[in-house]
């Protein structure tokens, strides 16, 4: 075969080839399709998933400190400051009272939104309180169900997630329910 025809040959193949992936015609081209999350999608989920265990596993540990009136040192895992100052006041002040919390099984934590931009968070979750406050002679001061959504900011550190500051958006005296 000449030179002329193998190099003719050579490009009636590149151009049979380059017609079958669809040419220049950006809509005829195949997509390409992913299998598995790019880094940036694994990293938000990573995250939002250790942000939901860690506003879950604090509920937990919140409602068991104030039961127990237990040491609240443990908070250090879970909060930073200003939330951690605002914990520990809460807490001292339930200790002088000499009041207690009892815990009610219809109180509940639910995460509903978790926002991530970079080292930053933000956890909305709405919270039914149906704990019931008693004085240290064992009379209710307060048997109100509470539902209140909170949000709750988070910023990450070198041990993991960390809360910084929780405000309330909404509370409503008298309802068990979280809306949707």
Known sequence: MSRSRQLSAYLTVFCLAFAACGGDDE???PQPTTTSPSTTQSQQQEDEQALRHLAEDWYETYSEIFQSQGDGAVAV???MDPYLAQFQAQLEDLRESGNETVRN????QI???ITVDGDRAVVTECVVNANVLKSSDGQVINDEVTVR???TRAV?????????E???LQELEGESECDA
């Open 27 to 29: 809509d005829a081209r």
């Open 77 to 79: 895992e879970f909060l």
């Open 105 to 108: 099984n219809q109180s509940r």
């Open 111 to 113: 995460v509903e939104q």
């Open 149 to 151: 959504r909170l949000e």
């Open 156 to 164: 990450r550190t070198e041990e993991g997630w960390r809360f910084t």
């Open 166 to 168: 929780r405000s309330v």
